[in-house]
């Protein structure tokens, strides 16, 4: 690898697959960088860089990062249907290690991807970058990507988080698909009554896009990643062609809660948190350094249509939202056959 003397050398971890892959051929492509480690525990196939054999958590992973000035941890999972307890060995654990190995090799930053979930509800939309976070979930892939800012904190090194609204995965495929995204799959669209649900999407192109402003423009600290603005529900469910279910948000909580509790679905309840209070970010730190979203979220949702068209029936019923569609539609099919059968 031929190093440019007073450019930064960037180290892509998980660059074999998915999100990694993706950066690492579009940084390869830049003429201001000194060069561009590619680490994974298998190497990849693209040209131009330098690959170095490193799983995460591998002791030797510092020795695997020796050179990089910046270092981009994407070996991580987003899949919220993956095996909970190997998942968050990889993404805490994983995170973890990188960031010592980094501060070891004298790296001056690290970037990680988190959510926009992470953010708490309630204050005023659209979020700025550096609003409070959440501290009531301590479990699931959130529960994951708030251990990650904590570690993020508290890291002895500058660290940037980008955190982008519900991802659409494009071409990385349905493992990187954020959550509300999978309430697709559910029969009926949940919504709370007296108020509707506000989507906001990310798409994985604006995603690599920023993580790639981020190495270049040196950022550090918080920064959210969206499309403007947000998609009303009932605009979702014209364009995908579903209806809905309107329920107050205390039902529907509490049965995605029993749910969870007996172990029916592995969608946790806070995923039904968007019914009454939905999350939507303005990404105003990016924009100050020329960063702008090239898809809509009405073009994020149908270019997901027709990656994955959603079918009707119980296919999502491992959400909280298709759990709770379809054990609360069943019981008012129930309940409709016992009133006919009466008269």
Avoid: F
């Avoid at 180290?11 to 892959?21: E, F, K």
């Avoid at 987003?78 to 290690?97: F, H, I, K, S």
């Avoid at 959550?179 to 798409?203: D, F, I, K, N, V």
């Avoid at 948190?273 to 105003?284: F, G, N, R, Y």
């Amino acid at each position: 690898m031929i190093r440019r003397r007073g450019r930064p050398t960037v180290a892509v971890t998980g660059a074999a697959g998915g999100l990694g892959r993706a950066l690492v051929e579009r940084l390869v492509r830049r003429d201001d960088l000194a060069g561009v480690l590619a680490v994974d525990a298998s190497p990849g196939r693209t040209e131009g860089v330098t690959w170095r054999a490193a799983d995460p958590r591998d002791p030797l992973l510092a020795e695997r990062l020796t050179g990089a000035t910046t270092v981009v941890h994407l070996a991580v999972s987003y899949d919220a249907r993956a095996e909970p307890v190997e998942r968050a060995a990889l993404n805490v654990r994983g995170t973890e290690a990188v960031l010592a190995a980094a501060e070891a090799v004298g790296a001056q930053r690290v970037v990680l991807v988190t959510s926009a979930e992470v953010y708490a509800t309630g204050a005023a939309l659209p979020l700025a970058d550096a609003a409070p976070l959440r501290d009531d979930v301590v479990s699931g892939l959130l529960g994951e990507q708030l251990e990650v800012e904590r570690l993020a904190r508290e890291a002895g090194l500058p660290v940037a988080v980008l955190r982008p609204a519900t991802l659409v995965g494009g071409a990385l495929g349905a493992a990187y698909d954020g959550t509300l995204l999978r309430h697709l799959s559910a029969p009926r669209l949940l919504a709370a009554r007296g108020s509707e649900p506000l989507w906001q999407l990310c798409h994985a192109d604006d995603l690599l896009a920023a993580l790639e402003v981020a190495v270049v423009e040196q950022l550090v600290g918080p920064a959210a990643v969206a499309c403007d603005g947000w998609l009303p529900q009932s605009a979702v469910e014209g364009i995908a062609g579903k209806s809905r279910l309107e329920l107050p948000v205390g039902v529907a909580r509490s049965t995605a809660e029993r749910l969870h509790r007996l172990g029916v679905t592995t969608g946790a309840p806070y995923e039904l948190d968007h019914l009454d209070a939905p999350l939507v970010v303005a990404a105003d730190r990016l924009r100050a350094l020329g960063w702008a979203p090239r898809w809509t979220n009405e073009e994020a949702l149908r270019a997901h249509l027709a990656e994955r068209p959603v079918a009707d029936g119980h296919a999502g019923a491992y959400t909280a939202a298709g759990a709770t569609v379809a054990l609360l539609g069943t019981a008012a099919l129930v309940r409709q056959a016992r009133r006919r059968r009466r008269r």
